[in-house]
């Protein structure tokens, strides 16, 4: 292989179906293992995601390591987190024999991001700017996002391609039907917007739905903002007032807001967690507690 090459520097379909034979890998469901098999794709991502040299990026799920490389191709230092043992311990490997001057480069650990913590990051966990970029499994995108917003304060922006169901669902705005949760609690650590689409061409294997890239800047801290107890206590109004979202904001949070709190925030009770903003939800937390203090 003629690593001169620029264009032989980052994986084709080719290439990752000879990595995946190589290594008996045969991507799964219940990993959300769907593994891109465009270098334009990747470089698209990388340049949306203005990484830059010596950046550090947290990547999850790097797979078979096409993004890791268009990632490392910028100079920044990448720390990988991998699930699956086998993927963990070829990526250095991949990198090695495609970049081999950007090896020292790349830290790759192999666990459940849902249990990844800036201990256990290394030097991505103690650095003052982290960026995420990844492709993130379909099947536990939002859970990633918010875990790793609440456990990283210094993971300040990121860009990431998921299924497009759950990118809509983490834009929205209020009074759209794909409103929630999700939405809400993205907001509350910063603003998330679309900035583009993925067709299913590009993964091996091809998904059945389509994805979309979301970029996300973490906002400064507002008032409560930094408070963990705050963003549990808002979390859950939000949780209760989403568990029933037919009902209005009086019968679904029965028992956890007053009228005299709902007065105090200024909030009809009448309306719908649906109509509500991240702001008004702090404004109702904090009435809430004045109320009862």
């Known amino acids: 292989m003629n690593t001169e090459n620029e264009s032989d520097r980052l994986l084709g379909a080719t290439d990752i179906r000879r990595i995946a034979d190589q290594i008996d890998i045969h991507p799964t469901k219940r990993l959300g293992q769907n593994f891109v098999i465009d270098p334009g794709t990747v470089r698209r991502i990388v340049r949306l995601a203005g990484v830059a040299s010596d950046q550090f990026v947290l990547e999850v799920g790097p797979g078979l390591g096409s993004l890791t490389l268009g990632l490392l191709e910028t100079g920044c230092l990448v720390t990988a987190d991998e699930i699956d043992p086998v993927l963990a311990r070829q990526l250095p490997q991949t990198v090695c024999e495609r970049m081999p001057e950007k090896l ?42 918010l875990t790793l917003l609440a456990r990283f304060a210094n993971l300040s922006r990121f860009l990431v391609m998921v299924q497009k169901e759950v990118a809509d669902r983490l ?23 679309q900035v583009g689409r993925i067709g299913r061409h590009v993964f091996w294997p091809a998904p059945n739905v389509d994805s979309a890239l979301v970029s996300f800047t973490r906002g400064k801290n507002r008032r409560g903002r930094g408070d963990e107890g705050t963003r549990t206590e808002v979390f859950a109004l939000i949780d209760a007032a989403f568990g029933q979202r037919r009902k209005t904001l009086h019968a679904a949070l029965k028992g956890l807001v007053t009228v005299e709190a709902f007065r105090a925030a200024g909030i009809d009770p009448a309306r719908r967690g649906e109509t509500m903003t991240i702001e008004e939800f702090i404004a109702l937390d904090q009435a809430r507690r004045e109320v009862a203090a």
């Open 171 to 193: 834009t929205a705005a209020p009074g759209s039907k794909v409103y929630g949760a999700p939405s809400l609690k993205l907001a509350w650590y910063g603003h998330a917007a």
């Open 104 to 145: 020292d480069r790349l830290t790759v650990i192999n666990r459940d991001a849902l249990t990844l913590t800036p201990q256990l990051a290394g030097d991505a966990g103690k650095a003052t700017d982290l960026a995420m970029v990844a492709n993130l499994p379909y099947n536990v995108a939002t859970p990633i996002i």
